[in-house]
């Protein structure tokens, strides 16, 4: 009787650990310990982020030429997304086949007064997918500003 237990609760215990993991997200943002450098009187956090498109469609979402830093923000008042200026700016449309990713580096401003090994932070990346019938010129910026699609990272800590 007790064998048979045994191995009910190993049963239930594979299932439900198989059930848990097997479960993926659509799409995964994923984050890694980036470094530290100093430029022209600030401290900056380079971070690797990277978008897996995790679905059986090609992910089809809009980005810019330029600011695309934009899309992206951060959980901590220690430290800001780093932007850049452009002088030719506009909404481009990129794409992601399924099970592909592609890793960018956000520089992150850090507060000069926070200890770089006490950050502890993650990264949102706003998603505005891009139906088959839209084009570069159908953008909405104001659906932008809402950031109301944001994906979260994993946690990081220095």
Same mark, same amino acid.
């Given at each position: 009787?007790?064998?048979?237990?045994?191995?009910?609760?190993?049963?239930?215990?594979?299932?439900?650990?198989?059930? !848990?993991?097997?479960?993926?997200? +659509?799409?995964?943002?994923?984050?890694? &310990?980036?470094?530290?450098? +100093?430029? %022209?009187? !600030?401290?900056?956090?380079?971070?690797?982020?990277?978008?897996? +498109?995790?679905? $059986?469609?090609?992910?089809?979402?809009?980005?810019?030429?330029? @600011?695309? =830093?934009?899309?992206?923000?951060?959980?901590? $008042?220690? #430290? =800001?997304?780093?932007?850049?200026?452009?002088? $030719? +700016?506009?909404?481009?449309? #990129?794409?992601?086949?399924?099970?592909? @990713? $592609?890793?960018?580096?956000?520089? #992150? #401003?850090?507060?000069?007064?926070?200890?770089?090994?006490?950050?502890?932070?993650?990264?949102?990346?706003?998603?505005? &997918?891009? @139906?088959?019938? =839209?084009?570069?010129?159908?953008?909405?910026? %104001?659906?932008? !500003? &809402?950031?109301?699609?944001?994906?979260? @990272? %994993?946690?990081?800590?220095?």
């Amino acid at each position: 009787m007790t064998r048979i237990i045994l191995t009910i609760a190993v049963l239930l215990f594979n299932c439900l650990t198989f059930s !848990q993991t097997a479960k993926k997200e +659509n799409y995964a943002l994923i984050i890694i &310990k980036g470094k530290v450098i +100093n430029e %022209n009187k !600030q401290r900056f956090l380079i971070t690797p982020t990277t978008l897996t +498109n995790n679905t $059986k469609e090609t992910l089809k979402y809009y980005s810019m030429s330029c @600011s695309w =830093q934009d899309f992206y923000s951060v959980d901590s $008042k220690e #430290l =800001q997304v780093d932007g850049q200026d452009c002088d $030719k +700016n506009i909404p481009i449309i #990129l794409t992601l086949a399924p099970g592909e @990713s $592609k890793t960018v580096e956000i520089r #992150l #401003l850090m507060n000069r007064t926070i200890d770089a090994s006490e950050i502890k932070f993650k990264i949102g990346f706003n998603l505005m &997918k891009v @139906s088959n019938t =839209q084009k570069e010129f159908d953008f909405d910026f %104001n659906e932008q !500003q &809402k950031k109301k699609n944001i994906i979260w @990272s %994993n946690i990081i800590s220095r």
